[in-house]
């Protein structure tokens, strides 16, 4: 039973039929929204803001030791100990970047421009869905 508890959450966010149909034909819209959701900020800001990967050395353990043999007195060696070892993790940093203004204003008309053009291509779509899928 609790075991189906732990599921209903997942299970309603799934959605339903007629939200996954519309989900997939507004993919595009949603993508080019979130394009100019950043956009607008890079603008309010004056730079944008730029992801980089570096590195950072972490001391984690990469193995144990070969198991110690038995002593003369037939007692058993110490239990094998872990071998430690540095190695480089990836991390995802932000760092300012310069844009150009002018630039970056010409990209935000262009995308609204192309936001109109999916919601106008997508809207015969989202019908279809709610006829095929009705609620």
Do not use: F, H
Not at 68 to 94: F, H, I
Request: glycine fraction near 4%.
């Amino acid at each position: 039973m609790k075991r189906l508890i732990l599921l209903l959450p997942l299970l309603a966010a799934c959605g339903t039929p007629q939200e996954q149909c519309i989900n997939r034909v507004t993919r595009d819209q949603r993508t080019v929204q979130t394009l100019i959701a950043e956009t607008e900020a890079n603008l309010a800001r004056g730079y944008a803001i730029e992801e980089y990967t570096a590195y950072e050395m972490e001391w984690r353990m990469c193995g144990v030791q070969p198991v110690r043999p038995v002593k003369p007195n037939g007692k058993p060696g110490k239990p094998p100990a872990p071998l430690m070892c540095w190695e480089r993790e990836p991390v995802t940093r932000e760092r300012p970047k310069a844009i150009d203004l002018g630039a970056e204003a010409v990209k935000l008309e262009q995308l609204r421009a192309k936001r109109a053009q999916l919601a106008r291509a997508s809207a015969p779509a989202i019908a279809q869905c709610q006829v095929q899928y009705p609620e």
